[in-house]
């Protein structure tokens, strides 16, 4: 069973900075497109960004020009660099595949880290 571990979230203040951190079990991160994903309170799951095997990358209108995904396929490992950070950037974040992985059918996340953006 792959596992996935994010690390890196905390405080910050709006305009602030952070950096996410997320290693993967196994070779799954090599194999695949790669993203990050956050889920704010009271608000369904979503993805803020993904990249390629070979380092496309996309990200949705909110966080673009802000956020950047990079990898490291040889430590199984993705990225998420985040800067001038908004209180609606708060929210769990999450990184997977895209799609997500599943076990047994169900979707698999590993447990997220919180980014708390004050104003």
């Known amino acids: 069973q792959e596992r996935l571990v994010e690390s890196g979230g905390g405080l910050v203040q709006a305009g602030g900075s952070l950096r996410l951190s997320c290693a993967a079990t196994?070779?799954?991160?090599?194999?695949?497109?790669v993203g990050w994903y956050r889920q704010p309170p009271g608000k369904q799951r979503e993805l803020v960004a993904r990249?390629?095997?070979?380092?496309?990358?996309n990200y949705p209108d909110s966080v673009k020009g802000r956020f950047t995904i990079s990898r490291d396929n040889a430590k199984n490992s993705v990225y998420l660099q985040m800067r001038s950070l908004k209180p609606k950037d708060t929210a769990v974040y999450y990184c997977?595949?895209?799609?997500?992985?599943?076990?047994?059918?169900?979707?698999?996340w590993g447990q997220g880290t919180q980014v708390t953006v004050s104003s």
């Open positions: 997977n595949t895209v799609p997500v992985l599943t076990n047994h059918g169900k979707p698999y």
């Open positions: 196994g070779s799954i991160f090599s194999l695949n497109v």
């Open positions: 990249i390629t095997r070979v380092g496309t990358t």
